[in-house]
């Protein structure tokens, strides 16, 4: 198997903690802090970061702070600083903040966009074309999320054509840049694999990235089977922040600690220094005051030795 | 990239938590609780289950109650019983079992051989050589564990010659089944493919099945590259049961669960009942009395799907 010939050799990391990681913890996050930790994230060397959300605070009042946060932000020359955009009145509250992009969200399955946003994904469709002419009136680049692409927690499955549907609708109005969303974190490897390079292979003039939650545990095998697939950009989030208001005792995103660290040993490279990162989800777990779900923070590197203790007192093995 | 028109459409799953989970809790687990949950793992499908080991009591009092676990547990036709045994002494005990299968247990670095078994690789390979013999004699399989092949907690890489070595001088003993260990939990998939498709190449007359931990959370994605490299036999213990010594904060073993969930989805077959997989889980956890590192025991299967809520109050995407 030529498998790890065609491997990318570098991908770019867009840190969506501070967005999709503070807006599902319990209690709102001092301003103070989110700036504090997006300024440390910037220094890490990921390619972006989704710093907030223009969602409607009574929504989401975790990030009702969202002027603040990009007002106060240091950005750091080389990092892309995006603000999530649900609809054209966050659309509207999103052009003062200057940032380089809007992610455009809505959910591919009726059911999910419905329960989540009261409308369905045509209407959604509908009401992102004047968001997308907004941007690109202001010089912002219009990247899209499609929620729930790789399953819902509704309706399972989503057939490829339904993925795809959406994908040329963004396209269509001029978004080049879409992020496919396992929201409730039950892909497998195989259908990341075909729904990957069936999009690629059908829209090979968008980017096509992927947002992974570890729920099942399966995310970093995705991002193997993604990266198989030609897949150069990831969502993920220091220390694995994020939840899932449908899954129980559910996983948030998959931790860019834990990510950047297979890519590490793979040679794959993300120009994150994993150090920084692993200094930076110490910092929000801090901040958060519980546990994150981050394998490398708890376990530390593969690569950090021991020192080799004495024999054991009665020679046999464990 | 011809991911996946090259996976196995079959793999076996040996389930290890009797013997690698048990030993590495504090308390001894009462022989009717081991008795139980051997007996309902020989329900569930799995092709062999490792059920003890005749490592001395006093080395692992977990595990002092060999005989009469092996005694008493019911065996199911169509599932191979294994005990590892880590020298002559052990095997002698073994011989009145009447396992299907020795697992015989050395570490492929010194400096972990030492610690662990007080003696070298090399004399621990000499010492397995009557018990390859005496495993002969009574018509028991011996199959060779590689313990530290994938990474060691001591010396980092192993060189891929050395673990080669290693499984030439199993079969030069006669043993022709040999798991690979990634003992500590640090191998990445690249790492996988390349030693497993190297140990095909070399010793394609050998039958080389993978052991996992997930210490890292890498565990799901080494199995996805093992697939690719062929590799049909996967070690593996309900509820991740298992730890490490020298990996605080470490997980055990990759979950059986979450091992046959992701086979299961990707439409590779095991025999094993997801089913009653996670019942045996949910039973071992109280059984243990802490929670497990399983996460389809904490979320459930991919494929349930919940009933769509009402839309929420403030139209906002979450």
């Known amino acids: 198997m030529e498998m790890w010939k065609d491997l990318p050799g570098r991908v770019e990391i867009n840190e969506v903690g501070p967005r999709d990681g503070f807006q599902a ?13 997006i300024d440390a994230l910037s220094r890490t060397g990921v390619a972006a970061i989704q710093a907030t959300s223009v969602v409607h605070p009574k929504a989401v009042p975790q990030l009702a702070d969202a002027e603040e946060v990009m007002t106060r932000i240091e950005r750091a020359p080389g990092v892309r600083y995006t603000v999530l955009v649900p609809n054209l009145r966050g659309a509207e509250r999103a052009v003062p903040m200057h940032a380089d992009g809007w992610e455009l969200m809505l959910s591919v399955t009726d059911s999910h966009s419905i329960s989540n ?49 959406v994908a040329e609708a963004y396209r269509a109005m001029g978004v080049y840049r879409i992020s496919v969303a396992d929201t409730v974190g039950v892909a497998d490897p195989r259908l990341v694999h075909e729904i990957m390079s069936g999009l690629a292979e059908r829209l090979p003039d968008v980017k096509f990235g992927l947002h992974l939650h570890n729920t099942r545990g399966m995310a970093l095998a995705n991002v193997l089977a993604a990266l198989g697939a030609g897949v150069t950009e990831f969502d993920s989030a220091v220390g694995g922040l994020g939840g899932c208001p449908f899954a129980p005792g559910a996983t948030g995103n998959v931790s860019t600690e834990d990510l950047v660290h297979m890519l590490d040993q793979m040679g794959v490279e993300t120009g994150v220094d994993l150090d920084a990162m692993l200094a930076v989800s110490r910092e929000a777990r801090e901040v958060v005051g519980h546990p994150l779900e981050s394998a490398v923070l708890r376990a530390g590197k593969s690569g950090e030795l021991h020192e080799a203790p004495r024999a054991q007192a009665f020679g046999g093995p464990r």
């Open 25 to 37: 913890e319990d209690d709102f996050i001092p301003t103070d802090r989110k700036v504090e930790l």
């Open 117 to 165: 946003a009261n409308r369905s994904t045509e209407d959604a469709l509908k009401g992102m074309e004047p968001v997308a002419a907004l941007a690109r009136e202001n010089g912002v680049e219009a990247a899209g999320s499609m929620a729930t692409a790789l399953g819902c927690p509704f309706e399972g499955r989503v057939p490829f054509e339904r993925v795809l549907y």
